[in-house]
């Protein structure tokens, strides 16, 4: 698949408005908070429920690959969505202990604590909204942020998502997202080289396979590096 496209002028002006806009205007929107609150409501047999990310995905060994060629078994990793934190025990399972996850669903956190090997593996409830700024504000910071699928996707303009991550990671940043499609489309590249990093691969679609796919629901690989602080 030739990895050009052309999408509709009203796709590049919404990711015009979530990247440029100043998010004063955002704080009105009735649905800054509708992503919050579908995920935190999600129970096992819900659409989004966490019986739908406890098997292997096709995801998982490109995530662990990339992870390995960048750094150290003892370096420390943020899986932002978690979810029950499958992939997290797919990560400890190769050998890295310094792993740590986020979501905002209190039933998928419980059930992976419950019924996953995740002992020794720092889990926070809430969204990143919450989380992220304490992170910065506690100087916490990991070498390695990751987040996979529908995740900082569905994060309202409002919040700076990309800013956020940027200032807890000291590397790394990899990402499996849809670049153009879900909620909030944004110009990722632009908003990471703004808070210092670079795109150092890219991969569309996120396994290599030339399939005919909608690129609207198609996830590229993006992996970003933190450039020399001035």
């Known amino acids: ?47 989004h429920g966490f019986d739908n990310y406890l098997t292997d995905h096709p995801r998982i060994p490109i995530l662990i690959h990339e992870i390995q060629t960048r750094i150290s078994k003892n370096s420390s990793i943020l899986d932002l969505g978690c979810n029950c934190g499958y992939y997290l025990s797919r990560i400890k399972a190769d050998g890295f202990n310094n792993l740590s996850g986020v979501d905002i669903a209190p ?23 919450e989380i992220l700024p304490r992170y910065v504000a506690d100087r916490r910071s990991f070498d390695l942020v ?3 699928g529908a995740t900082i996707e569905l994060v309202h303009p409002s919040f700076d ?17 849809s670049e153009w499609g879900h909620e909030y489309p944004r110009f990722w590249e632009y908003e990471f080289n703004k808070n210092g990093f670079m795109l150092v691969k890219k991969i569309y679609p996120y396994d290599g396979i030339n ?20």
């Open 1 to 47: 698949m030739n990895s050009k496209h052309y999408f509709p002028a009203g796709l590049y002006f919404r990711k015009f408005v979530n990247t440029f806009l100043p998010k004063i205007f955002f704080k009105l929107s009735p649905r800054k908070l509708f992503a919050q609150r579908h995920w935190k409501e999600q129970k096992c047999g819900d659409i």
């Open 146 to 148: 990751y987040s996979m």
């Open 161 to 177: 998502i990309i800013g956020n991550i940027c200032t807890v990671s000291n590397q790394y940043v990899v990402l499996i997202i």
């Open 107 to 129: 039933a998928a956190i419980q059930y992976g604590k419950e019924h996953l090997n995740l002992e020794g593996i720092d889990l926070s409830i809430g969204s990143f909204e």
């Open 211 to 230: 399939i005919d796919r909608d690129p609207l629901v198609t996830d590229s690989l993006l992996i970003f590096e933190r450039q020399a602080r001035q």
